[in-house]
């Protein structure tokens, strides 16, 4: 065998070494930091709205079920958070309204318009909460998606737990397949690149 064919296996090897990994870690991430039952805030974390800009089904659920926190007492506010990351619509814009079209007075929706991922999605909602002296946050998003969130949020001076929204309609098994694969791949990358090459600076 010559070095190219061997460079293929090491390389495969090495790939399906870092994808366990990664499915391990997304397993025993961490969910809270806390006991506490009631927050500071609710984060709701981002997903792009459709390409006409409006909330898709993934969208709405982690909105609805913030706004069902919120009736729920967990927290007096909802910090919305995502920027313009995949199409031209800011995320967190388009959450507000659905927020506000639920029944959420504006009072207590606070909007952070700028992240582009995860990082920068729990980085600059913490720099609103340390702004306003919060320090405590139930972070809402959907359920395959909360692993690598709590890894992230595990770095930050903040207590927190975090809270699955339900899907709105049942996804495919290859739907859901699809996308617990991306995420587990994007916890690789978080694992072996991000996680150090991208901090959230105070």
């Avoid at 390409?51 to 967990?74: I, K, M």
């Avoid at 506010?77 to 967190?92: D, K, M, P, S």
């Avoid at 306003?132 to 998606?145: I, N, P």
Wanted: one cysteine or more; charged letters at 20%; a neutral charge.
């Amino acid at each position: 065998m010559g070095w190219r064919g061997k460079s293929v296996i090491f390389g495969t090897l090495l790939l399906v070494g870092l994808l366990a990994w990664a499915a391990i870690d997304r397993e025993i991430a961490p969910k809270s930091n806390t006991r506490r039952e009631h927050f500071d805030a609710i984060i709701v974390l981002g997903t792009p709205a459709d390409s006409d800009g409006n909330p898709t089904p993934e969208q709405l659920a982690r909105v609805t079920e913030g706004v069902r926190e919120y009736e729920r007492g967990v927290a007096p506010r909802l910090i919305l958070t995502g920027g313009a990351a995949h199409n031209q619509f800011v995320e967190a814009r388009i959450m507000a309204r659905t927020a506000a079209a639920q029944g959420i007075p504006p009072f207590a929706i606070f909007t952070e318009t700028t992240a582009l991922d995860t990082i920068q999605n729990a980085c600059y909602s913490e720099r609103i909460m340390k702004e306003h002296g919060w320090g405590s946050a139930e972070v809402v998003s959907a359920a395959y998606h909360l692993p690598r969130a709590g890894m992230i949020f595990s770095r930050l001076p903040i207590e927190w737990r975090t809270h699955a929204a339900p899907a709105l309609q049942p996804d495919s098994a290859v739907v859901a397949g699809a996308a617990s694969l991306l995420e587990t791949v994007k916890t690789m990358r978080y694992l072996v690149y991000t996680n150090w090459a991208e901090r959230c600076e105070p």
